[in-house]
């Protein structure tokens, strides 16, 4: 297929997702549903087999500077990994890339997005492969893995796509100007406007979404002419490695070198991130993780623009409810989600010391907690289902967390370890909750990552607001909610997520959860708080991977 085929093949798709994110409505191109009217019958099976292959063998990819193989990946689920990927001397691999940006750039924004629209594609048609790819190296339920590994992150993808492809659109590729000078011949200029990238792109992908958290900027900085390389977390190569395979394959069938997305590697007891971060060639790098990280890039990758995600304190505030249980039985989820290890888990609840009015009575303080306590018991207490909703935990890090929290606060509900049913090695454990005061701030304002979360005692909810408006403003949220039943409160909430400049929900207590962010409709992030300076999607999160170069001429 040539390249301007790829586009033609996929231009309806593409000028759906741009009236998508100006409509912001529900839409998407993925079906999220594993279903085999969606995928095919043989889908599911030949997905798993394919991820099994995989398995022990050595990973290949077309790159320059390969100088031998790596491997370590540990699932958390305790199967045997033992892939190998290529070892790269990204001295040798980014000036190649580098020569090739001209063409990249060259080819226009229709060929380069037709052949992104082709990459998420094939990506779309192996989402259960990489499925299972996410979930072992993750710790993610499958269900989570194939959906938020799969077509969500291939939403997101094609999210920065459309964004990048309107972006790159509204710079007109020449015009003429003419200036009036009365009695005088005008002034007349031709003018040609250039698309021009920065230069070779790093996305430093998060153990926990290696797909969905990868996908915006990769696809971003492809776009608008990048070439891109994907520098996987140590612990979950697979799902990026796959991916970068169909990107290369798709490039290649085009015309293109296919190492315009490639990938570097490493290993948890060798990095190379610093290294290639603060190459002179990179130009665009985007990373998630962990703020003493992101404030390290921010601070030393001055060469190029900075992308980041960073941890935050994640808050709830309960001010008054109509129906106690539906609110603890939508919280349960939230908490007990891929235990707690979601970017967008809530962590601080606020409530009033003296209680709350839940529908027609008073409920105090002790009995909002308990309340909730009972709904997470119960929504785990079949072990199947709890743990194909807990997943398992990706690190021992994140295990030691929870016993080393139990000291913070008084144990409202105790964290245990579960047993799963097909992994048995699987480090599985239910969310732990604590009750601390509202004076104990160092204790509930610093990200305690996994399934953590604190019920704070505050004076009212004027305090629980202000608390919040603090914590939030020092140390970051992506997700704030918010249960009232009181319109001036929910105004209040609106001016204090504008001033805290974090996204609000308000009275979730149906199928819609605080921790869920939707493509095309959600923006996940602000950018304007220390949680990220970015924001997933909008046009700042495009429009800096490119520059617009113009020369000019008398006509």
Known sequence: MSQEQFFQRHQETLEQAVSAIKARDYWTPYPENPSPRAYGETAAADGEAAFKATL????????????????????????EMGV???????????????????????????????????????????????????????????????????????????????????????????????????????????????????????????????????????????????????????ASILPAAISVKIAQEVLKEAGFAPYIVSMVADTLDAPVTKELATHKDVKVIDFTGSSFFCNWLEQNATQAQVFTEKAGVNTVIIDSVTDIKAVARNLAFTLSLYSGQMCTTTQAIYIPRDGIKAGDSQMSFDEVAEALSVATSKFLGDNDRACMVLGAIQTPATVARIKECE?????????????????????????????????????????????????????????????????ISEKGAITLGVYSTDEDVLDQAEELAMDAKVALSVNLDGGVFVNQSAAYSDFHATGGNPAANASLTDTAFVARRFVVVQSRRHA
């Open 56 to 79: 022990g063998q050595s990973f290949e990819l077309d790159m320059p500077g390969i100088t031998g193989e790596i491997e370590g990946e540990v699932s958390p689920y305790g199967i």
């Open 407 to 471: 000291s913070l606060g008084e144990v409202v509900l105790a964290s245990e370890k579960r047993e799963h049913p097909q992994f048995p090695n699987a480090e599985v454990h239910t969310p732990l909750i604590l009750k601390v005061d509202a004076s104990d701030i160092d204790k509930y304002s610093e990200e305690r990552f996994g399934p953590v979360s604190f019920l704070i005692a505050t004076d009212s909810t004027v305090h629980s607001m202000a608390l919040a408006n603090q914590v």
């Open 84 to 234: 190998r990927y290529p070892k790269v001397d990204f001295d040798q691999l980014i000036p190649a890339m580098k020569q090739e940006t001209k063409a990249w750039r060259d080819a226009g924004p229709d060929v380069r997005a037709g052949i992104c629209l082709e990459i998420l594609e094939r990506l779309n048609k192996r989402s259960f492969e990489i499925g299972h790819a996410v979930m072992h190296t993750s710790g993610q339920g499958f269900m989570m893995a194939f959906q938020a590994g799969g077509p969500h992150a291939q939403d997101r993808g094609l999210e920065a796509v459309a964004y990048g492809y309107r972006a790159m659109k509204e710079v007109p590729a020449e015009a003429t100007w003419t200036k009036p000078q009365g009695k005088h011949d005008p002034l007349v200029m031709n003018k040609k406007f250039h698309i021009v990238p920065r230069g070779v792109a790093v996305v430093v992908g998060c153990s926990t979404f290696p797909t969905w958290n990868t996908y915006p900027g990769m696809f971003a900085s492809l776009v608008t002419g990048n070439p891109v390389i994907v520098k996987p977390h140590p």
